[in-house]
T-cell receptor
Framework: KAGVTQTPRYLIKTRGQQVTLSCSPI?????VSWYQQTPGQGLQFLFE???????NKGNFPGRFSGRQFSNSRSEMNVSTLELGDSALYLC??????????????FGPGTRLTVL | GQNIDQPTEMTATEGAIVQINCTYQ??????LFWYQQHAGEAPTFLSY????GLEEKGRFSSFLSRSKGYSYLLLKELQMKDSASYLC???????????FGAGTRLTVKP
């Protein structure tokens, strides 16, 4: 069974631009969560989607948004990029939505650099 | 809110046992997770505790005390490949958010 895939793996943008990242969960998994990982803040929860609905949202500004499609693939979008948005963005899939699912499988991440 | 504290770095010897502690404060608790993350790679799930006690899975065990807001990850028979960061995470019962600690970087030496 293929794992979680994320595209692109690396991305360089400039301040003020917007970016869209994609995540394909493990086949059969319906929950997708997004995280931001930086050396200073560690791993921080962005949001979770299940059956095309956002279930939970972390403490991030409205510039960070996401969506999920009927095939469970998910995208996240960051608008008006800031230097501080440079980070590794990780997607994790699980069979069920939290709190019913105990194990998440992470993708390899998208490394975003904002210049 | 939630505070999750774990040591920044630990060093241990191959073949030994190491215990990585995690303390947390949360307004609502709905499970504690441990993840392993090798440098440059994504985290991988190690364990989940929601009830007090010890969960054993091969060389790895995880313990939880909800009344103390405390967990530990025990790694036995350490191998060089166990050198990695170990992340403690707590799920908030109020909103199901996952909150991660900063991680403990473990170095296993020969």
């Amino acid at each position: 069974k293929a794992g979680v895939t994320q595209t692109p793996r690396y991305l360089i943008k400039t301040r003020g631009q917007q970016v869209t990242l994609s995540c394909s969960p493990i086949s059969g998994h319906r929950s997708v969560s997004w995280y931001q990982q930086t050396p200073g803040q560690g791993l921080q929860f962005l949001f979770e989607y299940f059956s095309e609905t956002q279930r939970n949202k972390g403490n991030f500004p409205g510039r960070f948004s996401g969506r999920q499609f009927s095939n469970s693939r998910s995208e996240m979008n960051v608008s008006t990029l800031e230097l501080g948005d440079s980070a590794l963005y990780l997607c994790a899939s699980s069979l069920l939505a939290s709190p019913n699912s105990n194990e998440q499988f992470f993708g390899p991440g998208t490394r975003l650099t904002v210049l | 809110g939630q505070n999750i504290d774990q040591p920044t770095e630990m060093t241990a010897t191959e073949g030994a046992i190491v215990q990585i502690n995690c303390t947390y404060q949360t307004s609502g608790f709905n499970g504690l997770f441990w993840y392993q993350q090798h440098a440059g790679e994504a985290p991988t799930f190690l364990s989940y505790n929601v009830l007090d006690g010890l969960e054993e899975k091969g060389r790895f065990s995880s313990f939880l005390s909800r009344s103390k807001g405390y967990s530990y990850l025990l790694l036995k028979e350490l191998q060089m490949k166990d050198s990695a960061s170990y992340l403690c995470a707590v799920r908030d019962a109020n909103n199901n958010d996952m909150r991660f600690g900063a991680g403990t970087r473990l170095t296993v030496k020969p």
